[in-house]
Nanobody, 124 residues
Framework: QVQLVESGGGLVQAGGSLKLSCAAS????????MAWFRQAPGKEREFVAG????????TYADSVKGRFTISRDNARNTVYLQINSLKPEDTAVYYC?????????????????WGQGTQVTVSS
């Protein structure tokens, strides 16, 4: 099993920044890709960004390219999501996910492990 714990969410004004963290524990050697998803009220969970644990290649949703940056610190078993130029439509619960696959999936079903989520609220 892999446990994921997100942190760093909060209330921020439009145009501001946040850095989310996802700390992994347990059988972390079994995870090869990690990702961030988000879910706004009444909407489906959507892919935001993903990263390969080894090598660090990344994939982003078109809606966040240029504003969001995913990174990882393998020594700390932690993945980060730097969010800049926040918009009210970025308001959502942000979830960290992990998978054994080497391919960065963009659908929730590709991921085996999930964190509990951290709320990001952007005021206009």
């Amino acid at each position: 099993q892999v446990q994921l714990v997100e942190s760093g969410g909060g209330l921020v004004q439009a145009g501001g920044s946040l850095k989310l963290s996802c700390a992994a524990s347990g059988r972390t050697f079994s995870t090869n890709t990690m990702a961030w998803f988000r879910q706004a009220p009444g909407k489906e969970r959507e892919f935001v960004a993903g990263i390969r644990v080894s090598g660090g290649s990344t994939t982003y949703a078109d809606s966040v390219k240029g504003r969001f940056t995913i990174s990882r610190d393998n020594a700390r078993n932690t993945v980060y999501l730097q969010i800049n130029s926040l918009k009210p439509e970025d308001t959502a619960v942000y979830y960290c996910a992990a998978a054994g696959s080497w391919v960065i999936g963009t659908t929730p079903t590709r991921y085996n492990y999930w964190g509990q989520g951290t709320q990001v609220t952007v005021s206009s």
